[in-house]
């Protein structure tokens, strides 16, 4: 069973930034890791997701790429979300989740086996 924790989650206002960890319970050059976010009322989203290799990086769109980073740290098994000049819009829980023995990432929510139990991000504006 591999467990994801989530944090760096808080309350922040608008154009400031935050840096978001997903700390893995499995080797991250083995996994491949997402981002996803639920907003109130909305179903839950893709954000970004890494390879395990870290060579390919996906996002939700194009916008959200010039605001969001994803990254990772095989030493530490942690995965990081960078969000940049935070909008009220991305004000949500946010999750990361992983799938192991694959050999790239997806922006699917159901190829991913493992879940966190997430982070809140509230942007006042």
């Known amino acids: 069973q591999v467990q994801l924790v989530e944090s760096g989650g808080g309350m922040v206002q608008a154009g400031e930034s935050l840096k978001l960890s997903c700390e893995v319970s499995?080797?991250?050059?083995?996994?491949?890791v997402g981002w996803f976010r639920r907003a109130p009322g909305k179903d839950r989203e893709f954000v970004a997701s890494?390879?395990?290799?870290?060579?390919?990086?996906?996002y939700r769109t194009d916008s959200l790429k010039y605001r969001f980073t994803i990254s990772k740290d095989n030493a530490k098994n942690t995965v990081y979300l960078q969000i940049d000049s935070l909008e009220p819009d991305d004000t949500a829980v946010y999750y990361c989740?992983?799938?192991?023995?694959?050999?790239?990432?997806?922006?699917?929510?159901?190829?991913?086996?493992?879940w966190g139990r997430g982070t809140q991000v509230t942007v006042s504006s």
């Open positions: 989740a992983a799938v192991l023995g694959v050999g790239t990432n997806s922006v699917a929510i159901g190829t991913y086996d493992y």
């Open positions: 499995a080797p991250t050059f083995k996994t491949a």
């Open positions: 890494i390879s395990p290799s870290g060579s390919n990086t996906m």
